[in-house]
């Protein structure tokens, strides 16, 4: 279905497929046992030592109109896979998958641009599976080990895809409308106060739903906003 190409080490699998977009097919998955460099959202570094599992997807639609909803179908996917070794996760709107209030796993989706068109979009995992010790990350994280989940990571890997590469087609075709149930179920925050954080700003409100564009629409005191991106404090 998807070639998978594997690694002992490499700076950043997101930065592998970035470098090497013209000469991989479509679907083409990279994982590596370490990264040097591993990224996270927003500038931040993603801590990733043996244990953890580490992928990048690379994505070459033919329609480019739902890429974050793109993003927003592997959190839920890692969610569903999760579901499969008896673990009860959320997601953590974007696109943040966590079990109690910890990190299980993040995802960094970044776009490829070429002669001024978006022409790929590389999706990068990260899932905490086999780690001990996850005091060093700098946020609550927890791994499926530690949940007492053992589990592969290239087993983990394949449940996760199979589940993406099923929805992927018509996620590409109708965008969020066809995950919106599904995530919502999974999304514990809605009728809650939250605070989203963009950068510097901080929205509170109470979260009131998902949009069929995927956003979140959060009651301030100034109205009803559209969040498109953000991070939430919770
Ligand atoms: C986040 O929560 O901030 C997103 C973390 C994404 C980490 C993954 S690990 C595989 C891929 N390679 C990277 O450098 N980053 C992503």
Same mark, same amino acid.
């Given at each position: ?18 470098e ?24 931040r570094?993603w =801590?990733? $030592? %043996? ?11 033919? *329609?480019? !109109? @739902? +890429?974050?909803? &793109? ?9 569903q ?11 953590k ?14 995802i ?7 002669q ?11 899932v ?5 010790d996850?005091?060093? =990350?700098? $946020? %609550?994280a ?6 007492g989940?053992?589990?592969? *990571?290239? !087993? @983990? +890997?394949?449940? &996760? ?13 109708e ?17 809650k ?20 564009a995927?956003?979140l ?18």
């Amino acid at each position: 279905m998807s070639n998978i190409l594997y690694f002992e080490t490499l700076d950043s699998t997101q930065t592998y497929l970035k470098e090497h977009v013209n000469e991989l097919d479509d679907k083409t998955v990279v994982t590596t046992e370490t990264q040097t460099a591993g990224r996270g959202r927003f500038d931040r570094q993603w =801590v990733s $030592q %043996p244990g953890g599992l580490y992928f990048s997807v690379l994505l070459k639609p033919t *329609k480019i !109109d @739902f +890429l974050a909803n &793109v993003t927003q179908l592997m959190a839920l996917c890692v969610c569903q896979a999760a579901e499969q070794y008896a673990v009860q996760p959320n997601l953590k709107w974007p696109n943040d998958v966590q079990v109690a209030g910890k990190k299980l796993c993040g995802i960094l989706s970044e776009t490829i641009t070429q002669q001024g068109r978006i022409t790929a979009l590389v999706v990068g995992v990260g899932v905490n599976i086999a780690q001990q010790d996850l005091s060093h =990350v700098g $946020q %609550p994280a927890v791994s499926l080990r530690e949940l007492g989940v053992h589990v592969a *990571k290239e !087993d @983990f +890997l394949q449940v &996760v895809l199979n589940l993406f590469f099923q929805s992927y087609p018509a996620l590409v075709a109708e965008g969020f409308p066809i995950i919106r149930l599904a995530y919502k179920e999974r999304f514990p925050f809605l009728g809650k106060q939250i605070v989203v954080k963009n950068g510097a700003c901080a929205v509170t409100g109470i979260a009131r739903d998902l949009s069929p564009a995927g956003t979140l629409l959060l009651q301030t005191k100034d109205g009803l906003q559209e969040i498109l991106i953000g991070d939430l404090l919770v």
